[in-house]
């Protein structure tokens, strides 16, 4: 990783980490549905997962925008950074509201690749996207809070040595709000596997390692508790401006690599005895989905500057969200109709890219709840739900 936070030189190194990992691997991984394990190790080798952890733990301390770079070149490059990109954004909550101890305890370990925090348990089965209605709650006993409840679409939760867990400690009824009487823990499933935390993987569309979790009296020691009980609302919230541009960062690499693939193929597929690319109604698509990406692209730069100098991004780390999603989108169907028939085929990596890119539609936030927040928090507009 170099030294310096010159995001032009970690965009080369990425691509060229990247490059060792071309599309076999990745078509080979999404017919078993297995996890790119080695490509998950070369990137947290070369330091890349550890960029947003400050230098004093070990990592390189960069800001949001070199993160949102690294993201972006993986998508770019045809890679998948769902795999692992949770660690950038879910360690954020432990560096903001993690006490001094469990800073030290944790966070040079997460950095050096030693452990992994990438699992994420919020959403469950029957709450969906009203967070403040989970059912998972965390009970106060001695020096433990006991655990039981059920998280659904818990990605990465195998292949993580910690999990970040939204419980609730305040009954809903109970609570002076509907946000409050909710916690946040650090759950170290080395120890939780088999005693309390049962786990069963779902399969998708795609490939994405995701779960669900089943809690059962799991024992979660007191000191795992983050921050203050009751305030995890907001510490979840706090960092979903941060989620929501890193996503979007993929979703413009994943943009990128369609529109690049779509070019060159339109260039030298040859029909009618001539460049289908030469054809306006093949080239428009193209232009119309690069100028999408580009404009969907500077609303992401945008949300990363304001969000590194600390001021208030939610708009635009919304709107980054929702543009970059839509651009990538469209790009991905865009660079299926540009290759006609052979965009279906397996061994084009287009099929697999557009599986992939269709989920930032819905997660890890639906653009519904993104168009109600800009028309409720920035256009005034009555709240809809
Ligand atoms: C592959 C995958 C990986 C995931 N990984 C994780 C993870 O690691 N950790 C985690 O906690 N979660 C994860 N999620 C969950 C993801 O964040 C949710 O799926 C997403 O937030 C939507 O919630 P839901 O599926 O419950 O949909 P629901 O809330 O049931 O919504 C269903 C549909 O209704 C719409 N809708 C709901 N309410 C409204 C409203 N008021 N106005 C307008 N439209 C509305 C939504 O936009 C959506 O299209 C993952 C999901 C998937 C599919």
Redesign the pocket.
Known sequence: MPAAADIPEIRQAVAALCARFPGEYWRALDRERTYPTEFVRALTEAGFLACLIPEEYGGSGLGLAAAAAILEEVQKSGCNGAACH?QMYIMGTLLRHGSAAQKAQWLPQIASGAIRLQA????EPTA??DTTAIRTTARREGDAYIVNGQ?V???RVEHSDLMLLLARTTPRAEATKRTEGLSVFLVDLRRARGHGVTIRPIR?MMN?A?TEVFFDNLKVPAENLIGEEGKGFRYILDGMNAERILIAAECIGDARWFIAKATDYAKSRVVFGRPIGQNQGVQFPIARAYAASEAAALMVERAAELYERGQSCGKEANMAKLLAADASWAAGDMCIQTHGGFGFAEEYDIERKFRETR?YQ????????IL?YLAEHVLGLPR??
């Open positions: 949770a994420f348990g919020v959403t969906g996207t998280k679409w818990t990605s998708t994405h995701t989920l819905v997660a890890p936030i639906s653009t519904n709840l109600a809809s739900y």
